[in-house]
């Protein structure tokens, strides 16, 4: 059992995180698009043997004034060897997803999970079991409150975690998603569960 401590650890400013090598992200090969029924199906049947995932969805960015969004649109899950971005517009790619969240004995691991959540419930219907939020975990350690994936890649691996800002704002609820929209979601659960594996979390270590 890590016992918490009550000295502050230090996190990397932006202009150190800037000079750290990349961090080595999922390619292509390693991203499955899930769109339709037998492609979720699929998907489960990988995620299903697992015991965490990385975790984090997209919505589409609302612009104006009391919008609301309708997300998410899409969720993204990942293990340590590949990615499954969902989108949720398909009805039953939306149940395959609903019943993945509603999944006891798996942890799904990520950084500011309080809004996915709500959206989760909101949209799939079902409360996310096992969530895990690493900034939690991260603040009990003695980091700052809110490491985020950035800061918590550079100081458990010495990297640098590239985001792209113009992925992040981009249409999510497009039912052709860009190589580049793919990427940017599947990597962001990828990390998320990278940092779980680090941090020791699958040994019952939190």
Not at 119 to 141: C, D, S, W, Y
Request: net charge neutral.
């Amino acid at each position: 059992m890590q016992a918490h401590h009550t000295t502050r650890h230090p996190t990397p400013d932006k202009d150190a995180i800037a000079l750290l090598p990349e961090f080595e992200r999922l390619g292509l090969d390693r991203i499955t698009l899930v769109s339709n029924a037998p492609q979720a199906h699929d998907a489960y049947a990988h995620l299903a043997k697992a015991t965490a995932w990385g975790f984090d969805t997209e919505s589409k960015p609302t612009f104006k004034v009391g919008e609301v969004s309708d997300g998410p649109h899409i969720v993204q899950l990942s293990t340590t060897e590949r990615a499954w971005v969902f989108q949720v517009h398909d009805q039953e790619c939306r149940a395959v997803v609903a019943e993945l969240m509603a999944l006891g004995g798996i942890a799904k691991a990520g950084f500011g999970l309080g809004d996915d959540r709500k959206r989760i419930i909101q949209k799939l219907g079902v409360e996310p079991a096992g969530v895990l939020e690493l900034n939690t975990v991260f603040q009990q350690r003695g980091y700052r409150k809110d490491m985020g994936v950035k800061g918590a890649v550079a100081v458990l691996f010495n990297k640098r975690f590239i985001k792209s800002k113009k992925a992040a704002t981009s249409n999510w609820a497009n039912e052709r998603l860009t190589e580049a929209q793919l990427v940017y979601s599947a990597n962001d659960a990828y990390a998320a569960i990278r940092v779980f594996d680090a941090l020791g979390l699958g040994l019952g270590l939190v």
